[in-house]
C-alpha cells in the first residue's frame, strides 16, 4: 500500500521534500511507518520524531487523514492505501 507522507520544517529537510510517498505492507500501523522512515532516512529521522519509548508526542504532531494520530491509537494506528500522514514539529519558545 502507498501512503503520502508530509513534513514541514527541519523534518522536511530530512525526508528531502515536504512530500514523499511511502509503500509499505498491508495491515501496517503508523509505528510501522515510522520504522520505515527510519531504516530510509536514519539516526537523524528517529531523533527528531521518536524517543527512548518510541513516538514523542512532545517533539511532533502527527496526523492521519487530518486526525491526531493520538487520538486514535497512536503509533498502534492502523494505516490504510491511500492515507496521508502529516508530520508537524514542535515549535517551542516565548
Known sequence: ???RVRSALYIS???TGRCVSVEL???QTLGGLLQELTDK???EF???VCDEEGYAADNVA???NGT???AIGGIEAR???GDEVVILPSIHGG
Do not use: H, N, T
Request: net charge negative.
Open 79 to 81: 494505516l490504510r492505501d
Open 68 to 70: 491526531s494520530a493520538a
Open 1 to 3: 500500500m502507498e501512503i
Open 46 to 48: 528517529y531523533d527528531a
Open 13 to 15: 529537510k530530512i525526508l
Open 41 to 43: 532516512y536514519g539516526r
Open 62 to 64: 502527527i496526523l492521519i
Open 25 to 27: 505492507e498491508d495491515s
